[in-house]
């Protein structure tokens, strides 16, 4: 029978990693690190659970936002975290920085009202903040953070890699120069999920924020965090999953934590022992689920060739590219007009399939969408013929 789970621990502690990166930065060489990884690889929940526990300990003040969080704002999102470690760390204040974890995409314990509530407070600040002063008051927040501090800050900035879009350089600016000039007792970790935008965006801004960090690969989990959360399966079901299929699960699985969690909570709810089968299940669904397929087939063919152009990096606008994609949807005798590519691109990033990268280049939104069709471009499909 299943037991109440609030004494088994689900989260595999990470503290050796962790301790690894607090002495890097607090050796001094370096003030800042890039941690990237892929989607649902466990970034998040080791910077909240292992990483920030352990720079209090150690005597910093925390600071996490993730860029992701106010999709059009960042900058909002992260005055207000700064506004809050500034903050006393009153029982009041560590609730509030409770309510900031990013929403568990398998949760289903979300407080929906005190969500509705802070994010509308996000909002107001980034209603009430014109940009530039809004910008200004970055270098004073990180300072007034300082201030409270024992003169040691740790700042996590999550989704990093929302950043990379051009709209956002002068927030990058900004805190690069931020944390560049107090880079002494201003510590850095940044996460992010596309090593793709990552090296796009160190690559536009050659600047002093990122000539000193450390970009690492985050490492997997292994076969202990399997063990580890077979363990706590075992105490919450009495049922034992012999270890090597676990692994064999997890292997099947990418070493994906996020997956393996899915297939865990799904085999505690059947019954049973057989974590392979429940794993291929959720692998098979988490490719259905984000509608890919679906969606691709209700494209129009014209926007299916122009995202095949942009999966493959060719300029959209030559002659051979307007040529190819009039053949595409069954135009033989004359390239397409600029102007007709210029509406399917538009069309496009308004529906937020594709972005503007630089000038007349432009990249996948979703990570995981583009990985997926440079793996197996025949899933675009045969532009057939028809609509414009
Ligand atoms: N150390 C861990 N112990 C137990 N479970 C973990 C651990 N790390 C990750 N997980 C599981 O994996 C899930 C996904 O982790 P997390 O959200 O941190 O990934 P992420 O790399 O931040 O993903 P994304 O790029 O999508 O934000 C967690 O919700 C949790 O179920
Ligand atoms: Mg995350």
Not at 232 to 249: D, E
Request: glycine share 6%; net charge neutral.
């Amino acid at each position: 029978m299943v037991k109440t789970n609030d004494i088994i621990s689900w989260h595999y502690p990470r503290a050796d990693l962790a301790a690894g990166y607090l002495d890097t930065l607090q050796a001094g060489l370096i003030s800042s690190m890039v941690l990237f990884a892929p989607r649902r690889k466990g970034k998040t929940e080791f910077v909240l659970d292992d990483l920030l526990p352990a720079a209090e300990a150690a005597g910093y003040r925390t600071v996490y936002c993730s860029m992701w969080q106010n999709r059009s704002d960042p900058l909002a999102s992260l005055l207000l975290a700064l506004t809050n470690a500034a903050k006393p760390k009153t029982f009041g204040a560590k609730l509030q920085d409770k309510l900031f974890r990013p929403i568990k995409k398998t949760s289903l314990e979300i407080n929906a009202g005190m969500i509705g509530k802070v994010k509308a407070e996000a909002e107001f600040h980034a209603r009430a903040a014109n940009s530039q002063a809004a910008l200004q008051s970055l270098p004073e927040l990180v300072d007034a953070v300082l201030d409270a501090s024992k003169g040691k800050v740790l700042i996590a900035l999550d989704e990093i890699q929302h950043l990379a879009k051009p709209e956002f350089q002068e927030l990058v600016a900004a805190l690069r120069t931020t944390l560049d000039v107090r880079k002494k007792s201003v510590k850095t970790v940044f996460t992010g999920s596309s090593r793709n935008r990552l090296q796009m965006m160190f690559s536009q801004i050659k600047a002093p924020l990122f000539q000193f960090s450390q970009t690492t690969d985050f490492p997997d989990l292994d076969e202990r965090f399997v063990s580890f959360i077979m363990a706590s399966f075992a105490q919450a079901t009495g049922r034992k999953v012999p270890l090597a299929q676990a692994n064999a699960a997890f292997a099947a699985l990418s070493n994906t934590p996020g997956l393996f969690h899915d297939a865990v909570e799904r085999l505690m709810k059947i019954g049973g022992t057989d974590i392979l089968a429940v794993a291929q299940l959720v692998l098979d669904e988490s490719r259905d689920a984000s509608g890919y397929v679906q969606r691709l087939m209700e494209m129009r063919p014209l926007d299916r060739e122009v995202m095949r152009a942009v999966i493959e990096r060719v300029p959209l606008y030559t002659d051979d590219t307007r040529r190819r994609l009039a053949l595409a949807v069954g135009i033989d005798e004359e390239p397409l007009t600029t102007r007709q590519v210029q509406i399917a691109v538009e069309r496009l990033v308004s529906e937020q399939i594709i972005y503007q990268a630089g000038r007349g280049v432009y990249e996948i939104e979703d990570d995981q969408l583009a990985e997926w069709l440079r793996d197996s471009p025949e899933l675009i499909g045969n532009g057939e013929p028809g609509d414009v």
